[in-house]
């Protein structure tokens, strides 16, 4: 089975932007919907952005939307990509992201329990 690897993340002011992505390696993820979940300390995971397979729809939940963007390049079948680029950055948004992949159609990427893949996720702290 096919892997996902998270990267970028890190140390980000308040206000300031970074971008994360996710690759895989298996041609099968080129079907599934690509999601960005996070983990905040001492809560539960949540779903906060996610792609459908051609990226003709997206989910973002209301704390990230308009502040957080999916995108996926599927121009390698082989390795698709699916990035988040984060702007306006706030402390709250401190947490482990991971990157995950499900056998969904649009109108279901919210439902979390969908998404069978995983990555390792990678930590972004906001602070100053």
């Known amino acids: 089975q096919g892997q996902l690897v998270e990267s970028g993340g890190g140390l980000v002011l308040p206000g300031g932007s970074t971008r994360l992505s996710c690759a895989t390696s298996d041609r099968l993820f080129s079907i599934y919907a690509l999601g960005w979940f996070r983990q905040r300390l001492g809560n539960e995971r949540e779903l906060v952005a996610a792609i459908s397979w051609n990226g003709a729809v997206t989910f973002y939940s209301d704390s990230v939307k308009g502040r957080f963007t999916i995108s996926r390049d599927n121009a390698d079948i082989a390795n698709n990509t699916v990035f988040l680029q984060m702007n306006n950055l706030k402390p709250e948004d401190t947490a482990v992201y991971s990157c995950?992949?499900?056998?969904?159609?649009?109108?279901?990427?919210?439902?979390?329990?969908?998404?069978?893949?995983w990555g390792q996720g990678t930590q972004v702290t906001v602070s100053s």
């Open positions: 995950a992949a499900g056998l969904i159609t649009g109108e279901r990427l919210e439902e979390e329990q969908r998404y069978h893949y």
